[in-house]
């Protein structure tokens, strides 16, 4: 069963500052969990590739400046910032394929993504900090979902940056296997482009046929 917080009991995150912080890995360091981890996903939404999923425990005397949520930076900070985060902090990657997509459903591959990245973490956590509403089950500490956790916590962001640029790097290589459908341009999202490329080519290995416009039993578009 999935764990996820309620949202009428009293929570300490229902403050977002002007840009993330690390406020919220400090209060758990007051309370004696340390160190911190915080986890996010990117890729639930395309017709496409990977949902890939970042862990990442900051140093907190080398956090590097600049931290945001991944959507609000620009190509350019985002892998600026990946190769800082990458050079000063435990970073773990993990992804679920579109055939593990397909078998579980989206939230459940992303959510198994996120417990394979902390997992994989170098340093085990005492306790991780998790984009969304949901806590990923079978984490090997204790986990907390934080909604909008990428625009409050730097760790969450961080990790928002990692996984964001590790799966556009992916989609540019899948492009060069199948560049009739345009990957390195939409990054698997259901663009027009990526429409007709379906409708032209047929889908590949990389799609998910439990998407519409994809699945079997989807309405005619």
């Not at 917080?5 to 758990?28: G, H, K, N």
């Not at 140093?59 to 400046?65: E, G, Q, R, V, Y």
């Not at 990526?194 to 889908?203: Q, S, V």
Request: glycine share 8%; aromatic share 4%.
């Amino acid at each position: 069963m999935l764990s996820r917080t309620s949202p009428d009991s009293p929570s300490l995150f229902e403050e977002v500052p002007p840009v993330p912080d690390f406020s919220l890995e400090l209060m758990a360091r007051k309370a004696g969990h340390w160190p911190v981890a915080g986890t996010d996903e990117v890729g639930r939404g395309p017709l496409a590739g990977p949902v890939v999923a970042a862990a990442v425990i900051l140093d907190p005397d080398n956090i590097p400046a600049g931290l945001n949520d991944s959507k609000r930076l620009s190509e350019l900070q985002r892998e600026a910032l990946f190769a800082a985060i990458m050079a000063s902090a435990v970073v773990s990657i993990a992804t679920s394929g579109p055939c593990h997509i397909d078998e579980r459903n989206i939230l459940r591959a992303s959510l198994d993504a996120m417990r394979r990245a902390v997992a994989g973490l170098a340093v085990a956590p005492a306790c991780v900090l998790i984009d969304g509403r949901d806590v990923p089950p079978g984490l090997n500490c204790p986990g907390k979902a934080v909604i909008r956790g990428d625009a409050r916590s730097v760790s969450i962001a961080a990790a928002s940056i990692i996984a964001k640029v590790t799966r556009d790097r992916m989609m540019a290589r899948a492009h060069e296997v199948f560049p009739q459908y345009g990957f390195s341009r939409h990054a698997g999202y259901g663009t027009k482009q990526h429409r007709d490329g379906i409708e032209a080519h047929g889908p590949c290995v990389l799609h998910r046929m439990s998407f519409r416009p994809l699945r079997k039993d989807a309405p005619p578009q």
